[in-house]
């Protein structure tokens, strides 16, 4: 997966709400330049509307907005969140963090297809959930 840097994994304690979780998520992207802080703000607006549609299996999530709102360039970051993060409805929870920029409408579709081929391996997904590191995640994804 080409979409990825070492840099962009991290492994987190835990987060006061899905809001900073979001947040904490997306700040790689945003170091790296590859979205503006408006993507992260787009990210939660959509939530609060359309409900936790970043939640794309147990223990997943997908942060991700529209190209125009704010992506700059295709990146992935991964963050694991060793606490799971509720996003205030029972089918919503999650503790890994796949946050996606994707600066047109196809660049980033490889990435999502090896992303879900990763993650329908159900021992490769209780491996990931389980890192010691951010070295170790990384590792799963590269």
């Known amino acids: 997966m080409n979409l990825i840097k070492e840099s962009n994994v991290q492994i987190l304690e835990g987060v006061f709400d899905w809001k900073e979780a979001v947040c904490r998520s997306m700040a790689p992207l ?51 969140f ?19 920029a994707a600066a047109d409408s196809d660049s980033h579709l490889g990435a999502l297809v090896q992303i879900t081929d990763i993650l329908q391996d159900e021992e490769r997904t209780a491996k990931i959930l389980k890192a010691k590191d951010a ?8």
């Open 30 to 80: 945003e170091k790296d330049g590859s979205v503006t802080e408006s993507y992260k703000e787009a990210i939660i607006e959509n939530i609060e509307n359309l409900g936790p549609y970043i939640c794309i299996a147990p223990h997943v999530a997908l942060p991700h907005a529209r190209p125009e709102q704010g992506a700059l360039k295709s990146q992935i970051a991964v963050t694991l």
């Open 82 to 100: 060793r606490k799971e993060i509720d996003f205030n409805r029972e089918d919503a929870k999650a503790n890994l963090f796949i946050s996606l």
């Open 135 to 142: 070295a170790e995640l990384y590792h799963y994804f590269k």
